[in-house]
């Protein structure tokens, strides 16, 4: 066989191989079980700006039922407690089947760049080998099945879930109460049902009968000890049946801390939220302060934006923004990145209807 030959067959298999991660004609129709405006502003901005993709023939979502996968692994890190203008919600869900050979190449990145076990964070992009490593790690998450959701969230806007009154934040403290996952402050709840609900989303959206479920959250003010870890899953349970289609079930849901007890391999999945969320709500901070061309992101950040504008041959990714507009309303769409100088050999694959 020519060289030639060989080529057009190895390009061959690698567009049958990334059309069986693509999931076809996904069902969009999450928010059927109850009127629209039952549901909170954060979901119903999801269904509508994924259909928005869909028609301009933007949306590729995972398969994650692809070669028998069974599992779903969801990975959720947040940003923006300090200063900036937003919130940054970032879930990963990827085929928990596929994460072995992900933590396998990570392995050997870390051995690369004598990472030992440090965590490969947003914060820590000061760091040279963490920085170093950035490239190959996400070249890696990008072979991975599955999809890397991340939602912007203005800090002006006080509520999702009503009318912007402390009223509303005082009713979801009292919910959160009342079905028995103890008290939680105003902003807490507010996040916590953000991340549950926005969590419940996307396994509704990508998950299929009969698969299980696992969630690893950041261990930040919401989830800081195993004890609110088993309220936001309990929280979890109550919300996915909210969404849940007629029939479909998950017959197992259950989670874990980032550090009880300590797993590099989960932690590194982790990562990716952790780092895109990170640098999603800097970089827009920065924009909404001064002209694009002046902006200078954290060191390693760069890396990552242009890693968000392209979907890799597993990992597909979408970035929205809930924002008040100039009269005050709350607007919503999709962030697009785009690379400036794509690299020479940037492989392009056909993705079939």
């Given at each position: 066989m020519t060289?030639?030959?060989?080529?057009?067959?190895?390009?061959?298999?690698?567009?049958?191989?990334?059309?069986?991660?693509?999931?076809?004609?996904?069902?969009?129709?999450?928010?059927?079980?109850?009127?629209?405006?039952?549901?909170?502003?954060?979901?119903?901005?999801?269904?509508?700006?994924?259909?928005?993709?869909?028609a301009q023939g933007k949306l590729f979502l995972p398969n994650l039922t692809a070669f028998g996968n069974d599992a779903i692994g969801i990975f959720s890190d947040y940003s923006g407690e300090g200063s900036g203008n937003y919130?940054?919600?970032?879930?990963?869900?990827?085929?928990?089947?596929?994460?072995?050979?992900?933590?396998?190449?990570?392995?050997r990145i870390r051995e690369k760049f004598r990472l030992g076990k440090k965590e490969i964070a947003f914060k820590d992009f000061?760091?040279?080998?963490?920085?170093?490593?950035?490239?190959?790690?996400?070249?890696?998450?990008?072979?991975?099945?599955?999809?890397?959701?991340?939602?912007?969230?203005d800090k002006r806007i006080a509520t999702l879930f009503g009318p912007q009154d402390r009223e509303t934040s005082l009713k979801?403290?009292?919910l959160l109460e009342e079905i028995g996952l103890?008290?939680?402050?105003?902003?807490?709840?507010?996040?916590?049902?953000?991340?549950?609900?926005?969590?419940?989303?996307?396994?509704?959206?990508?998950?299929?009968?009969?698969?299980?479920?696992?969630?690893?959250?950041?261990?930040?003010?919401?989830?800081?000890?195993?004890?609110?870890?088993?309220a936001m899953l309990a929280l979890l349970e109550r919300i996915l049946s909210i969404y849940a289609r007629p029939g479909v079930t998950f017959p197992l849901l259950g989670g874990a801390l980032p550090f009880a007890p300590r797993s590099v391999e989960m932690n590194d999945l982790l990562s990716l939220a952790d780092i895109v969320a990170g640098t999603i709500a800097d970089y827009l901070s920065k924009r909404d302060r001064q002209r694009k061309e002046e902006i200078v992101v954290k060191p390693g950040a760069k890396r990552v934006?242009?890693?968000?504008?392209?979907?890799?041959?597993?990992?597909?990714?979408?970035?929205?923004?809930?924002?008040?507009?100039?009269?005050?309303?709350?607007?919503?769409?999709t962030i697009e990145f785009s690379l400036v100088n794509p690299p020479a050999d940037l492989t392009t694959v056909p993705i079939f209807a």
């Open positions: 060289q030639e030959a060989e080529d057009f067959e190895a390009r061959a298999r690698l567009i049958r191989f990334a059309n069986q991660l693509v999931l076809k004609r996904p069902d969009l129709n999450i928010l059927c079980k109850h009127p629209k405006d039952e549901y909170p502003i954060l979901t119903e901005s999801l269904e509508q700006l994924l259909r928005e993709r869909e919130h940054a919600y970032s879930v990963l869900a990827c085929g928990y089947r596929f994460t072995g050979a992900f933590g396998e190449k990570v392995r000061r760091m040279g080998q963490v920085r170093a490593s950035l490239p190959e790690y996400l070249d890696a998450a990008d072979a991975m099945p599955g999809f890397l959701c991340t939602v912007v969230v979801l403290v009292h103890g008290k939680w402050k105003a902003a807490q709840a507010e996040k916590l049902l953000r991340v549950a609900h926005m969590v419940a989303f996307l396994i509704v959206l990508l998950a299929a009968d009969g698969q299980k479920i696992f969630w690893m959250s950041d261990n930040d003010e919401i989830c800081p000890d195993a004890e609110h870890h088993q934006l242009g890693f968000l504008a392209q979907d890799g041959i597993g990992l597909k990714k979408a970035t929205f923004v809930i924002r008040l507009d100039p009269e005050g309303a709350i607007g919503r769409g």
